[in-house]
């Protein structure tokens, strides 16, 4: 029986060596805060870049319905084609109640506003989530056909 406790005795580890030490502890923080850090920074950024997406295509959509508005009145009006448009929407005017972005404003332009084809710009301002500025541009060519 002596030899079984000595077997048992040297698989016991001394008090001293148990658990980890505060400078391991501090390392494995300090380790795990700059891993967490990191992912932070990747999810805010993923964020930011959702949200500058969607209401890229959101504004798309308004320019979209915009020139969806336009093809109807040209077809409402065949014999005053390009008259019926520039005069529903002049030259250089902002489109009221187009935007659902913040501070948004489309504005319309056209290249020569007597032309058949007629080219259309639709130049739409907005906020992002930064309060900073951002500006799309649009274009389409409305025949009378």
């Known amino acids: 029986m002596s030899g079984c406790n000595k077997q048992r005795r040297a698989k016991e580890v001394p008090a001293s060596t148990a658990g980890m030490t505060l400078l391991e502890i501090m390392i494995a923080a300090t380790i795990f805060m700059v891993v967490l850090g990191g992912v932070a920074q990747i999810l805010i950024s993923f964020y930011a870049s959702q949200h500058m997406q969607s209401q890229r295509v ?3 959509e308004n320019a979209r319905s915009v020139f969806t ?4 009145h040209r077809d409402k009006h065949p014999d005053d084609f ?9 030259n ?3 489109i009221p109640g187009a935007g659902t972005q913040t501070n948004e404003r489309i504005r319309v332009d056209y290249v020569d506003a007597a032309a058949n084809p007629l080219e259309v710009t639709l130049t739409s301002t907005w906020v992002d989530l930064h309060n900073r500025t951002v500006t799309m541009t649009v274009s389409t060519v409305l025949t009378d056909q």
Do not use: D, F, K
């Not at 508005?69 to 109807?72: G, H, K």
């Not at 390009?82 to 002049?90: E, K, L, S, V």
């Open 58 to 60: 959101a504004v798309a």
């Open 69 to 72: 508005e336009m093809r109807l």
């Open 82 to 90: 390009p008259g019926a448009i520039t005069t529903q929407w002049p």
């Open 92 to 94: 250089g005017a902002i």
